[in-house]
């Protein structure tokens, strides 16, 4: 089955500063990859995502992420971090032959005046 | 067009009750997953809807239950509960043809069991 590991638990960055989080994922077929944002007492909302093709996709908010299929890696990045980017990130793996999407356990980022 | 909506927000039971949650899926959208997000933890799968039958299960036991009517909404039934059952459960509606994990959240139902 599919697994997800978010090797950063809690990263602070400065208002303004690029911000890289970073997901490893573990799936034998081509996966499909997504980031998710949690802002505190809400649901999930969907950054972007990665099926097939280009391996730098963009996605809302001024995140990009990259599918890298040596390192089993697909890190976001944003080129400079807004305050109200603080919010808790999950990158999510899927398969095309089930609905039973994993999650990562998240990173929280907190971003500094 | 209207999201995705759950009920109740926050809701506190005791070990041993039976609890229901519900929601309403988006327009347009017929399968509803459920996931259940434990303090500090990603979100689990614990099962899919669709046109009203189960479309895979996650690691949860049969206490687990629920069903989708025919307008698309959706109830999570849990009986039996545990103190571990305390977490904030999700709702997430798909529209046909979405790929899995393409789906639009809820806000969540925040359970406490004591």
């Known amino acids: 089955a599919q697994s997800v590991t978010q090797p950063d638990i809690h990263i602070t960055v400065s208002e303004g500063a690029s911000l890289e989080l970073r997901c490893n994922y573990s799936y034998g077929a081509t996966p499909y990859l997504f980031w998710y944002v949690q802002s505190p007492g809400q649901g999930l909302q969907l950054l972007l995502k990665?099926?097939?093709?280009?391996?730098l996709v963009q996605g809302i908010k001024g995140f990009e992420a990259e599918f890298k299929r040596s390192q089993s890696s697909f890190n976001l990045r944003k080129p400079s971090v807004h305050w109200s980017d603080a919010a808790e990130y999950f990158c999510?793996?899927?398969?095309?032959?089930?609905?039973?999407?994993?999650f990562g356990a998240g990173t929280r980022l907190t971003v500094k005046p | 067009e209207t999201g995705v909506t759950q009920s109740p927000t926050h809701l506190i039971k005791t070990r041993g009750q039976q609890v229901t949650l519900r929601c309403s899926s988006q327009s347009g959208h017929n399968t509803v997953s459920w996931y259940q997000q434990a303090l500090g933890q990603g979100p689990q799968f614990i099962f899919q809807y669709y046109r009203e039958e189960e479309n895979g299960r996650g690691n949860f036991p049969p206490r687990f239950s629920g069903l989708q009517f025919p307008n698309y909404s959706s109830e999570l039934n849990v009986n039996a509960l545990e103190l571990d059952d305390s977490a904030l459960y999700l709702c997430?509606?798909?529209?046909?043809?979405?790929?899995?994990?393409?789906?639009?959240f809820g806000s969540g139902t925040r359970l406490t069991v004591v």
């Open positions: 990665y099926f097939s093709g280009d391996t």
């Open positions: 997430a509606s798909s529209s046909p043809g979405t790929p899995v994990g393409g789906y639009t």
């Open positions: 999510a793996v899927g398969a095309s032959n089930n609905n039973d999407m994993r």
